[in-house]
């Protein structure tokens, strides 16, 4: 850990060398000034932790420094120590925005450390606060200013604190997973692990024993004990990636893990007790899964405490320009760019777009856009260059006469022939899950399309 460096300003040098030992035996870097000007000068040249000033000093008495200090650095302690009595002066200090005070009496130095341990804490604390909401800040979900987006914020914030489970929902690249993670960061969980799953990915006949984990001999293969991943995410939080894809029988195993707080292991005879909060995402309409049978209702209803719906794109096209810039700041800081902006029409290319794949596709889009500008403004001609912008049109155009079954695999073929191949991003793209792609590719294999 960094050393923490404190600056100690008092016009009597013995006393202002006895602080200054004491706060060094604490392994603490100290420099001290005999007064206010000379302070600045060394608040100015390095960073410090925290100030500690007498209030009475010639020429510049502590209060005065406090405010020069409050201009260079508006977050840093400041603790003031005062005349024994002067209550008045203490008083002012605190209007002055000193942090704490300390009376000059038998007991200043015993007060001296504890305030000392107090204040640093207090300023490990600012700093983490404000790179969470740096950290958050990178997050593209949380960039707009749209009614919706400041709902979702202020939702976040108050169920952060609680272990309640979260369902989140909303089309593919809206940014589902980014508000998960946001949840856990802003939690008491936060010092534990943050888990995904990705219920669709994971092998049908596995999915139990990646979950809840085995014993070994539990099954051919099973040469080892394993931990799933609700004891890989203990103590901290679990985010079940498109939810909706999860087999009948392992949805009745998880609500039992809700319900009772425990699981058992595949080839385990006792349960093993957890604590993990539990944060769903999907890209279905659970209510319809519900009614149509895929989906149970009793773990729905556990899973729905509190239901955050991520708009789509479409229906936040004011943010439009505000993520296009966040994206310009972004690749032109990974790459070297120097990109300032949307040029004349661009903006208007980027409104004028349906945006099936939601924020990601426009993360993408704009991405192309910065390395194939560079410098200057990104000309909307950049932008139409993307065939993917024009739903609809040339390589997406379907004739009339088509079925609805041949218009699927259609669209399916040359979104997969536009990403290069890589399903992934054709599934996003098609807002479904790789598990249904992949089928629907073996459908079309077995009907001699070929894949």
Not at 103 to 130: H, P
Request: proline share 3%; hydrophobic share 40%.
């Amino acid at each position: 850990m960094e050393q923490k460096r404190i600056l100690v300003v008092d016009d009597d040098s013995l006393f202002r060398d006895s602080i200054v030992e004491i706060l060094r035996r604490k392994n603490l870097a100290v420099d001290d000034a005999p007064d206010g000007p000379r302070a600045l000068e060394l608040f100015n040249a390095t960073s410090y932790d925290l100030v500690i000033s007498d209030m009475k000093m010639p020429g510049m008495s502590g209060i005065e420094l406090l405010e020069q200090i409050r201009l260079l650095d508006k977050e840093i302690p400041c603790l003031i120590i005062t005349a024994y009595g002067d209550v008045h002066t203490a008083v002012d200090a605190m209007k002055k925005k000193a942090n704490d005070y300390i009376q000059k009496s038998d007991n200043l130095l015993i007060e001296l450390e504890m305030n000392v341990d107090r204040l640093l804490e207090y300023r490990d604390l600012v700093a983490e606060n404000r790179q969470l909401k740096s950290a958050l800040q990178e997050h593209y979900s949380y960039v707009g200013s749209t009614a919706s987006i400041k709902e979702i914020r202020l939702l976040v914030e108050k169920i952060a604190e609680s272990r309640s489970t979260v369902l989140i929902s909303g089309e593919s690249g809206t940014g589902k997973e980014l508000v998960a993670r946001s949840i856990h960061y802003l939690s008491p969980r936060k010092g534990a692990s943050f888990v995904k799953v990705n219920c669709a990915a994971m092998p049908e006949g596995l999915i139990e024993s990646e979950l809840f984990g085995h014993e070994k001999g539990a099954f051919t293969g099973a040469i080892k004990r394993k931990s799933g991943h609700f004891e890989l995410a203990s103590g901290g939080t679990l985010l079940l990636d498109e939810i909706g894809e999860m087999p009948m029988n392992v949805q009745a195993k998880l609500l039992r893990v809700l319900q009772e707080r425990e699981i058992n292991k595949v080839g385990g005879d006792s349960p093993v007790p957890i604590d993990v909060r539990i944060i769903a995402t999907t890209n279905r309409r659970l209510e319809q899964e519900v009614a149509q049978g895929r989906f149970r209702e009793d773990l729905y209803y556990r899973l729905d405490v509190f239901h955050i719906k991520m708009p789509s794109l479409r229906e936040r096209k004011e943010d439009i320009n505000l993520l296009a810039d966040h994206f310009i700041t972004k690749y032109n800081k990974e790459n070297g760019y120097s990109v300032e902006g949307l040029g004349d029409g661009a903006l208007d290319v980027l409104l004028a777009q349906g945006w099936p794949g939601n924020i990601r596709q426009l993360e993408n889009t704009i991405e192309r856009a910065v390395v194939l500008t560079q410098t200057g403004l990104i000309d909307g001609a950049v932008l139409q260059a993307r065939s993917v912008l024009h739903p609809g049109r040339g390589e997406f155009e379907f004739k009339a006469g088509l079925t609805i079954a041949q218009a699927e695999r259609e669209l399916i073929i040359k979104t997969l022939d536009h990403c290069d191949n890589n399903r992934t991003k054709a599934a996003q793209i098609l807002d479904i899950s790789i598990r249904t792609l992949r089928n629907k590719l073996h459908e079309y294999a077995a009907s001699g399309g070929g894949e």
